[in-house]
């Protein structure tokens, strides 16, 4: 059975840093894409970074220089680092698997992110 459990999310201030992490467990996590999205209220779900199996990396244009997407195959877990965080970045932050053809696309229940004062 195919899980990804979020975690570290919660209340920052601007400015401020947070390290999401992803535990993976059920499937082959070296053979598939990770990808981290965001969706905040009443907009739509946004891809925040991805990294593939050879950890090449994919960042947000939104993002980039603040956030960085990482991977530790031992452990089956996929890490989200951000920094400078900015009031707009607050969303529910998910986890996705996927790998080609795609279209199995795992998620996770995702974690709340909140950067207030």
């Known amino acids: 059975q195919v899980q990804l459990v979020e975690s570290g999310g919660g209340l920052v201030q601007p400015g401020g840093s947070l390290r999401l992490s992803c535990a993976a467990s059920?499937?082959?996590?070296?053979?598939?894409?990770m990808a981290w999205f965001r969706q905040a209220p009443g907009r739509q779900r946004e891809q925040v970074a991805m990294i593939t199996p050879s950890e090449g990396t994919n960042i947000a244009m939104f993002v980039l220089g603040r956030f960085t997407i990482s991977r530790d195959n031992k452990k089956q877990m996929v890490y989200l680092n951000m920094t400078r965080l900015k009031p707009e970045d607050t969303a529910v932050y998910f986890c996705?698997?996927?790998?080609?053809?795609?279209?199995?696309?795992?998620w996770g229940q995702g974690t709340q992110v909140t950067v207030s004062s």
């Open positions: 059920g499937f082959a996590f070296k053979d598939y894409y």
């Open positions: 996705n698997a996927d790998r080609p053809p795609w279209g199995e696309d795992h």
